[in-house]
């Protein structure tokens, strides 16, 4: 049978085939294992020569690593005007860093930096690039796009840009006080910037995400407010005054419309001391315009009415000091009106001392004049009060001195004395006004009372705010001219000039106050008197601003019945 | 029975890694996709910001004021209001 022997040769391959694997097994897997082996040792001894070279390799010194807030920034949000127009935004602008590191040549780039950004010295930029093992220096923060190009064309090795916000003011100076200024990482620093920070409303950001916030919405107009400056830098010039400063507020909610201070500031640019704001940051001795608030004591407090007759001729003595009068008046026993007419320090003084120290002060400080206040979270500066409230003081308080305010608090409180006799707080942001709690500080009666003198001050022929009448506005307001306090007493030369109005005189919707500091004598003024300075800036101020303010002029004005005095008329007794 | 349960599991893990491999893909690109429309949006919010300003910049009063009087305009007086008329006897 053929069969059987096929079997063992068919077996023979089955049962060979695994002894021939067992044989080639070890000969061909050695070579493998080994040459893995071999790969991982090598690996290993890379990693163990790394390890020593490492070890063994010089190190200069102890290195400590600095992390600097590179990317930290703060959004801010914009402010706009009452009417919606922009004021302050925020816009990325590229800011140059160098990592010295990185630089080949540091002399080089030095050099050839200073030549594309003009505010720096190659001297300084050596300095700032000298420590190489900074990989991070600030160069330029917030430059122009144009400068950043001319940068970047150098190709200098270790110099890059970030893109950062930056708050830009494309009104420029235009209410530069108002709004304040920023520093370089953009966090306020004063003004209304400031407050933001202080309000919480900006926050710190990464990159250019800009805040979600809302607009800061201010109660002024930018029309408004560059109509008021125009008008008081032309008056600060014609009157050749050292500075200048003037505020419209709403009589009723305190919402300034229009602040200006001269010399300006530029929000861009940190503020300077010497061009601080006049009208919060420093207090004066208003002078005659604080008579305002003498007669409306009087009235408030039942010591005298309009008609009451005082002698004013013979002066006031207290004590080793005797008050007169500078003019030499009508010669007769004035009434209170007539006082307020003609202006009379004797008067006041008499009215003041009648009042008594004790009752002024209370009334002052019922009108919050006594009293630190802040314009919204803006400090104002604190009133100076007299070290001891004594006769003196109390006759000097009655005609504006020994007592020094800041302007913008007498402004809120002479709104309080004509609006009907609500107390109103200054405020810069719209719509804050209203919200806030209406206190009464003095009657209805009285705050008639006031318009009707204030009104007649301009109306009659002997009133010293003659020549602040506008035609159709019923402007009524109150002349002061206040002798500045120098070396060995108060100077005749130098005066802050000053009139505070409010218009239209029957149901007043704004008050301004103007102020010149120092004004000079001229052609057509010729005495530094506010009748003939402020009282016409401020007309012009009135005409100009008014229908801005969207108050119209009505041709059949009441309360006066003498057609106005044009503004270059003769200057009337202070 | 347990082969081809087995072969099921295994093609159906195979299947899932696949899967998983692809939707992490696809979310790795859509999270770029994400990112890209936000800078996107933070540039277009940011040219905006520029534009507004170049807008207020252009219209300050400043710069407005000698173009409109070089137009013969000035400033509102009171020669410039008319009498109004009462409502009824409005013309139509």
Redesign the interface.
């Known amino acids: 049978m053929p069969a059987p022997p096929t079997q063992p040769r068919a077996r023979a391959p089955v049962q060979s085939a695994p002894r021939a694997s067992a044989t080639a097994g070890p000969v061909n897997l050695r070579p493998r294992l080994l040459a893995a082996l071999g790969v991982l040792l090598a690996a290993l001894g890379v990693v163990s020569g790394q390890l020593v070279r490492l070890a063994m390799k010089e190190q200069p010194e102890a290195r400590v690593s600095m992390a600097e807030p590179i990317a930290r920034i703060w959004s801010r949000p914009d402010i706009v005007d009452r009417h919606g127009r922009l004021i302050a935004t925020d816009v990325a602008t590229p800011s140059l860093y160098a990592d010295p590191h990185l630089m080949l040549d540091i002399d080089e780039a030095a050099e050839k930096l200073a030549e594309v950004l003009p505010n720096f010295e190659a001297a300084e930029l050596r300095r700032l690039f000298a420590d190489r093992n900074r990989r991070f220096v600030w160069v330029a923060r917030g430059l122009a796009p144009r400068q950043a190009q001319r940068v970047h064309e150098l190709g200098l090795p270790g110099l890059a840009f970030r893109s950062e916000l930056k708050r830009v003011y494309p009104l420029g100076t235009l209410a530069g006080h108002v709004i304040g200024s920023v520093n370089t990482d953009n966090r306020g620093i004063s003004g209304l910037e400031r407050m933001l920070d202080a309000a919480g409303r900006v926050e710190a950001v990464q990159g250019l995400a800009r805040t979600s916030g809302p607009a800061l919405r201010l109660s002024i107009d930018i029309a408004a407010q560059h109509a008021l400056t125009q008008e008081l830098k032309s008056a600060k010039e014609r009157y050749r005054a050292a500075a200048a400063a003037a505020v419209i507020l709403d009589a009723g909610t305190g919402e300034i419309a229009a602040a200006v201070s001269l010399p300006e500031v530029d929000p861009a640019h940190w503020l300077d001391t010497a061009r601080a704001d006049r009208l919060v940051a420093g207090v004066y001795e208003l002078g005659s315009i604080f008579k305002v608030v003498t007669v409306a004591a009087g009235l408030e407090l039942g010591v005298a009415d309009l008609d009451k007759v005082y002698d004013v001729r013979q002066g006031l003595a207290i004590g080793q000091y005797t008050i007169k009068d500078p003019g030499s008046g009508p010669g007769r026993p004035l009434s209170v009106r007539e006082i307020f007419l003609h202006s009379s320090n004797v008067g006041a003084a008499l009215l003041a001392q009648e009042i008594g120290a004790e009752r002024q002060r209370a009334f002052l400080a019922r009108l919050g004049l006594t009293d630190t206040s802040r314009l919204d979270l803006i400090p104002i500066a604190n009133p100076l009060l007299p070290r001891q409230w004594g006769a003196i003081e109390t006759a000097t308080i009655g005609f504006g001195h020994g007592l020094a305010l800041a302007p913008l608090q007498f402004a809120g409180a002479f709104a309080s004395l004509v609006n009907g006799g609500l107390m109103v707080t200054p405020t810069l942001l719209a719509g804050e006004g209203e919200a806030k709690a209406q206190t009464r500080v003095v009657s209805a009666a009285t705050s008639e009372r006031i318009r009707e003198v204030l009104r007649l001050n301009v109306t009659h022929a002997s009133g010293t705010g003659r020549r602040a009448e506008v035609e159709g506005y019923r402007v009524g307001g109150k002349t002061g001219t206040a002798e500045m306090p120098g070396r060995g007493g108060y100077q005749e030369k130098a005066v802050i000039s000053s009139f505070v109005a409010a218009f239209p005189m029957d149901a007043p919707r704004y008050v301004s106050l103007v102020l010149l500091f120092e004004p000079q004598t001229g052609e057509g003024t010729p005495r530094i008197v506010a009748s003939v300075n402020a009282g016409p800036a401020t007309a012009r101020i009135i005409e100009r601003v008014a229908p801005i303010l969207g108050v119209s002029p009505r041709s059949d004005a009441p309360g006066g019945g003498r057609a106005p005095a044009p503004f270059d008329a003769p200057a009337p007794a202070q | 029975m347990l082969r081809a349960l087995n072969t099921v599991l295994m093609l159906v893990t195979l299947a899932s890694a696949v899967g998983l491999y692809v939707v992490k893909y696809d979310t790795r690109r859509l999270e770029a996709r994400v990112q890209a429309q936000e800078r996107a949006l933070?540039?277009a919010?940011?040219d905006v910001?520029?534009l507004?300003?170049?807008?207020?910049?252009l219209?300050?009063?400043?710069r407005l004021?000698p173009l409109a009087r070089a137009l013969g305009l000035g400033?509102?007086?009171?020669h410039n209001?008319a009498?109004q008329a009462p409502a009824g006897e409005r013309q139509p």
Do not use: Q, T
Request: net charge negative; glycine share 0%; hydrophobic share 35%.
């Open positions: 933070e540039k919010e940011n910001a520029v507004m300003a170049e807008r207020a910049y219209a300050r009063p400043e004021e400033p509102l007086s009171r209001y009498a």
